[in-house]
């Protein structure tokens, strides 16, 4: 199956979303911008929706792997490879986060769940749209009827059933958020997988719009944008005077 450009066109505009908010939020931390409750409401709900189409995305992406061929998404080596890479970045950004933010590190961001929930989604919700889309709804029922203080220990809270999180700069725990990475699985198989296979096949086009070539490399961008961030504010603020 040819790779579907759409989709790389919807990851590289969540990579200019998550972009523009890191911007915005390393203003805050810097002192360029002034932290109000408003300000704060409007940031927690856009880390939220940016997060969920990156999950959301990636569930989609497996729905789309998983029916390349009918070899399962555990026995298939470029499934190993995606998911060591992840996992091993999610290492990267985390080691990094003890250097750079020592007083929130990153315990379990956005990548530590990519690869996480990519086993879980190749384990359980392969087979069927509607089980994806059920074991998405039971996340979501786990999550707003259990809160258990045990799940409070190191070792457990990234599975999010305990009653606080952390204080770290990026949060993203198995519960809720591996429902949005089993409804985009569903949504794939049930909706996108029919819809490609009533098209045409067409040979692959080389991307020349920047969304889809921002989204085919979308790990890269995730792990030096902010570092390219943060020295332009540095390079900002030392070429600005101060009156």
Avoid: C
Avoid at 11 to 17: F, I, K, P, Y
Avoid at 22 to 50: C, K, N, V, Y
Avoid at 182 to 207: D, E, H, N, T, V
Avoid at 210 to 238: D, N
């Amino acid at each position: 199956m040819q790779r579907f450009g759409l989709l790389d066109k919807a990851r590289g505009l969540a990579l200019v979303a998550m972009i523009v908010y890191h911007a915005i939020w390393d203003g805050f931390q810097f002192g360029l911008l002034t932290w109000t409750a408003e300000r704060d409401a409007i940031m927690r709900l856009s880390a939220q929706l940016i997060a969920g189409s990156f999950l959301t995305i990636s569930g989609v992406s497996l729905a789309l792997s998983a029916a390349m061929d009918n070899m399962a998404l555990l026995q298939r080596r470029s499934f190993w490879k995606r998911t060591i890479i992840v996992a091993g970045a999610a290492l990267l950004v985390t080691a990094a986060s003890f250097v750079a933010l020592p007083q929130a590190p990153i315990y379990f961001g956005i990548l530590h769940h990519i690869a996480v929930a990519s086993l879980v989604i190749a384990l359980v919700a392969t087979r069927h749209a509607f089980l994806a889309a059920a074991l998405g709804a039971v996340v979501l029922l786990v999550n707003a009827s259990l809160a258990i203080p045990e799940f409070n220990n190191p070792a457990l809270i990234w599975l999010g059933l305990g009653t606080r999180a952390p204080i770290t700069a990026d949060w993203v725990p198995v519960v809720p958020w591996l429902a949005a990475g089993l409804l985009g699985f569903a949504i794939g198989k049930q909706f996108l997988l029919p819809w490609l296979a009533s098209r045409a096949p067409s040979p692959a086009a080389i991307a020349r719009d920047p969304l889809t070539w921002m989204g085919r490399r979308s790990l890269l961008i995730y792990l030096v944008h902010q570092p390219i961030l943060i020295g332009l504010i540095y390079l900002y603020q030392e070429l600005t005077p101060i009156y």
